[in-house]
């Protein structure tokens, strides 16, 4: 069975190229050369929210490629915490970013998936959808005083993370991206998704994790180095 789609490859590396244009901006924001107007624009922040969605989406298609989600998982959760300290080494707070959530997702898809997967995707869909919208509401107006529920999206007064996607409601678009695994399987003879792309397209993608842990260090490095 064919468990890599050049296309889905290609698009993860989309996703890393524009994520290192955007931490580098973020530094130069850091480093006092782009201001939080300018950072934090619309564009950008519809640039960031499209990287993020990409990966989580991509996330969930490659769970229904995976033979062992716990495995992949579990690696994925502990380069979260390195980039977490990593951050806090440099000044930054990070939280429950989206490394975070992507292993956690995995984590509980190795568990959860062989029920969901029974799912048709015309219904997954709209309860995802419909349950990423109620629990994104929810979690913002539901203020708690306990400080260790973040994980969830239940934040107590003063919490504070650079980088934030909790489990509610993020992990329904890992949930809709695992949908989009499915319907991969299942049209894998499509001309789309069996179109050879050139490595420059695809290495990248394929070699996502190592790229997001080191990526950052390098930027700040160098951003240092010029403007620190």
Known sequence: MK???????????LA?????VYHFLYDLYIFGILSANQLFSTPLNILERFICGSFILLAGASARFSRNNLRHGLPVLAAGLIVELGAAIAGQTIRWGVLMLLGSSMVLWHFLGRRLERWR???LVPVCIGLYIFTSWWTRATPVSVPWLYPLGLTA????????????????????????????LAH?????????????????????????????????????????
């Not at 468990?3 to 590396?13: E, G, H, K, S, Y």
């Open 157 to 184: 007064p003063g919490f504070y993370s650079a980088d934030y996607f909790p489990l509610f409601p993020w992990f329904f678009l890992f949930l809709i991206g695992t949908a989009l695994g499915g319907w991969c």
């Open 3 to 13: 468990r890599r789609f050049d296309i889905l490859d290609a698009w993860r590396t």
């Open 188 to 228: 894998r003879e499509n001309k789309i998704l069996t179109a050879p792309l050139p490595k420059v397209l695809t290495w990248p993608g394929r070699h996502s994790l190592i790229i997001y842990v080191l990526h950052q260090p390098v930027l700040y490095g160098i951003s240092y180095l010029i403007w620190g």
């Open 16 to 20: 890393i190229v524009l994520m290192v």
């Open 121 to 123: 995707a015309d219904t």
